[in-house]
């Protein structure tokens, strides 16, 4: 039987939310234990469009969002890499006049945030970015978001995590996860044995079956989105774009490849998802009427991921409601890229200072516990 591995904190998931959190508490000196079930960074913190963007995010998360873009221009000096960072911009169209008079609503209640967001008519978006298609009617655009290439920074935090004194454990496979009173006991599947007073669940679209057990029940579904990267092209693009209502996003990196997603893919098991052939025709068919430059381009790699959506497209952050040392920070449905950072400092904070500096009480699993309270009592 293999001896005990003692720390101060386990950390299950080593996304970028994890890795992060890893990362803070190593800075200031706790010891802790990052475990992660394949490796560090593979699933969604690593597959994702890449998209850095604070715009359109939830008003309750642009605190956080923020923290995130004074991190993410730290990049360098905290992970070593910068990761094909790029504050490039981020446009974001409209399709209709409806979908316009949404985006000045979101610039109006967003103003005291530090957005300084842009409102384009239509004639100053084909001025300022004549590849746009014809259906974009208008768009609001962020001068100081981005996009980065998720495959080299979410790893990267771990990386720095480590060589700030965390242990970073991968290839552990599943872990069985008791409380013996004072500390978390965890068992992994590759035979280890853990031992930490507390416990940080940030395990992507699989937190939800800790969050149960320890009797916080959420309602969080598997998605699987799909995305798509074509051939080097001309270089066109000068913003990263998203589309009100959804539907599809669009970036091109500095070697000409356009990065693209939209829609859906579908799970082949717990752990790995695939695109589909409907999902990434009808990406191509919706690039190319919003972005006229791309017909005919060739896709030369397709991917999917799995992530965790909850229903009200918020994620849970913050201390469980009924077992002490547990601290979550899970269900980002597909928009953690920017904010992990943020959130994994302020899953530090908790452990460290028993506080956030970041308001975080909107993301409380607790709402989600009066939820069910009330549907036990119909």
């Known amino acids: 039987m293999s001896p005990w591995i003692?720390?101060?904190?386990?950390?299950?998931?080593?996304?970028?939310?994890?890795?992060?959190?890893?990362?803070?508490?190593?800075?200031?000196?706790?010891?802790?234990?990052?475990?992660?079930?394949?490796?560090?960074?593979?699933?969604?913190?690593?597959?994702?469009?890449?998209?850095?963007?604070r715009q359109g995010r939830s008003l309750a998360q642009l605190p956080l969002s923020q923290r995130a873009h004074q991190i993410w221009g730290e990049l360098p000096a905290l992970i070593g890499i910068d990761g094909e960072y790029l504050r490039s911009g981020h446009l974001k169209l409209a399709r209709s006049e409806a979908d316009f008079v949404a985006l000045q609503a979101y610039e109006a209640a967003s103003r005291d945030h530090g957005l300084d967001l842009q409102l384009l008519d239509r004639s100053t978006l084909r001025a300022r970015y004549p590849w746009v298609g014809e259906i974009a009617v208008g768009a609001s655009y962020c001068a100081d978001d981005g996009h980065a290439n998720p495959r080299l920074v979410s790893p990267a935090f771990a990386r720095a995590a480590r060589q700030s004194g965390a242990r970073v454990i991968e290839q552990a496979g599943d872990s069985r996860v008791e409380h013996d009173g004072q500390r978390f006991i965890l068992h992994t599947q590759s035979g280890l044995r853990l031992r930490a007073p507390w416990l940080l669940n940030c395990a992507g679209a699989w937190a939800a079956d800790l969050a149960a057990q320890f009797g916080e029940p959420v309602p969080m579904e598997s998605g699987h989105p799909a995305m798509l990267v074509t051939e080097p092209l001309p270089w066109v693009m000068n913003a990263s774009t998203g589309v009100e209502g959804g539907g599809i996003y669009a970036r091109q990196v500095a070697r000409g490849n356009c990065v693209l997603g939209g829609g859906r893919g579908f799970a082949l098991d717990a752990y790995r998802a695939r695109p589909g052939q409907s999902a990434v025709l009808a990406i191509l068919r919706n690039a190319v009427e919003l972005y006229p430059f791309l017909a005919g381009a060739q896709a030369i790699r397709t991917w999917s991921g799995t992530e965790g959506y909850l229903p009200d497209h918020e994620p849970v952050i913050g201390a469980s409601t009924t077992q002490a040392g547990l601290l979550h920070g899970f269900g980002f449905a597909g928009a953690g890229f920017q904010i992990g950072p943020a959130v994994g400092e302020a899953l530090a904070e908790l452990v460290c200072d028993g506080a956030s500096r970041q308001p975080i009480e909107a993301f409380s699993i607790r709402r989600f516990q009066v939820r069910h309270d009330l549907a036990s009592n119909h």
Do not use: H, K, P, W
């Not at 959190?21 to 010891?31: H, Q, V, Y």
């Not at 593979?42 to 850095?52: I, K």
């Open 6 to 53: 003692d720390s101060e904190v386990i950390v299950m998931g080593a996304g970028i939310v994890g890795a992060s959190a890893a990362l803070a508490l190593a800075r200031r000196g706790r010891s802790l234990t990052l475990l992660e079930r394949g490796f560090c960074g593979a699933q969604s913190s690593g597959v994702n469009y890449g998209g850095v963007r």
